[in-house]
């Protein structure tokens, strides 16, 4: 059965970085778009960042543009969320969604099938 597990998340200062993984199991994912979403009732539906690998195509949120880059390791099953300069508004649940979105639905979560359970991200002083 296929699985998705985020690991990473920690309280940190205003300003560190941060990276966050979601391991895949069960089976490959190679070929998906990979997606980071967070979860906070004051961002709900929010997008983050994702990559569809088969054209090595990333894609950002506003917010986080310049700040976050998404990465693939093939190798180990895994993606990797880099987080820097981090911001007090960044704090929120990051789930990672594994699907097949075409470019113009990368953004939604409904285009995504696969989900984790989520790991916590504080950003706070």
């Known amino acids: 059965q296929a699985q998705l597990v985020e690991s990473g998340g920690s309280l940190v200062q205003p300003g560190a970085s941060l990276r966050v993984s979601c391991a895949t199991y069960g089976q490959r994912f190679n070929g998906y778009g990979m997606a980071w979403f967070p979860q906070d009732p004051g961002k709900e539906g929010e997008f983050v960042a994702a990559?569809?690998?088969?054209?090595?195509?990333?894609y950002y949120g506003d917010s986080v543009n310049g700040r976050f880059t998404v990465s693939r390791d093939s190798a180990r099953n895994a993606v990797h969320l880099q987080m820097n300069n981090l911001k007090a508004e960044d704090t929120a649940l990051y789930y990672c969604?594994?699907?097949?979105?075409?470019?113009?639905?990368?953004?939604?979560?409904?285009?995504?099938?696969?989900w984790g359970k989520g790991t916590l991200v504080i950003v706070s002083s």
């Open positions: 969604a594994a699907g097949r979105p075409i470019a113009s639905s990368v953004r939604s979560a409904n285009s995504y099938t696969y």
């Open positions: 990559g569809r690998y088969h054209n090595g195509m990333t």
